[in-house]
């Protein structure tokens, strides 16, 4: 399977703040939106990634992962959602994408999560979690696969 770098086999990547089902798809969009990240993206056709702000749509594996952040439903723990942080290649206007990942999910959403680059090494945001969440508990971290987020596997090694 493809990681999000690119390679096929799995790199072990710094998790914060596991899903949590007290945790609203509201309240993780607006963690985000104070973060800058106030434009939008949308799945397109064939593995493509729409970016709102300027109408491109180009291939997922042009675009990097900043942050992801992952939401499984509290009622329905099939209800996996990931709300992808990320920046277009074009505009460089800064962006969510909001994706289902796990078992349940469409095959075109697994395959944009998978074929994304992933570069949340960097710090300016918490790598797996929506910049409000971090600030909750900063210091909960465990490590991650990054192919098992669009398999839907468990953050836990």
């Not at 999000?4 to 309240?27: K, R, V």
């Not at 607006?30 to 939008?40: K, M, Q, T, V």
């Not at 918490?126 to 596997?153: H, K, L, T």
């Amino acid at each position: 399977m493809r990681c999000f770098d690119g390679t096929t086999s799995g790199q072990s990547l710094l998790m914060t703040n596991s899903p949590s089902d007290n945790t609203t798809l509201a309240a993780v969009l607006a963690g985000y939106e104070r973060s800058g990240f106030d434009s939008s993206f949308s799945p397109s056709n064939n593995g493509t990634v729409e970016c709102v702000n300027c109408g491109s749509v180009m291939s997922s594996s042009q675009f990097t992962i900043d942050s992801l952040r992952r939401l499984e439903g509290a009622s329905d723990p099939d209800d996996m959602i990931a709300v992808v942080a990320l920046s277009c290649p074009n505009c460089r206007a800064k962006g969510l994408l909001v994706l289902g990942y796990g078992p349940m999910a469409s095959a075109e959403d697994s395959d944009i999560l998978a074929t994304m680059k992933d570069g949340r090494g960097d710090a300016s945001l918490p790598p797996n979690a929506s910049p409000s969440d971090a600030a909750a508990d900063p210091s909960e971290s465990s490590a991650m696969d990054a192919a098992d987020v669009a398999n839907g596997e468990g953050a836990d090694r």
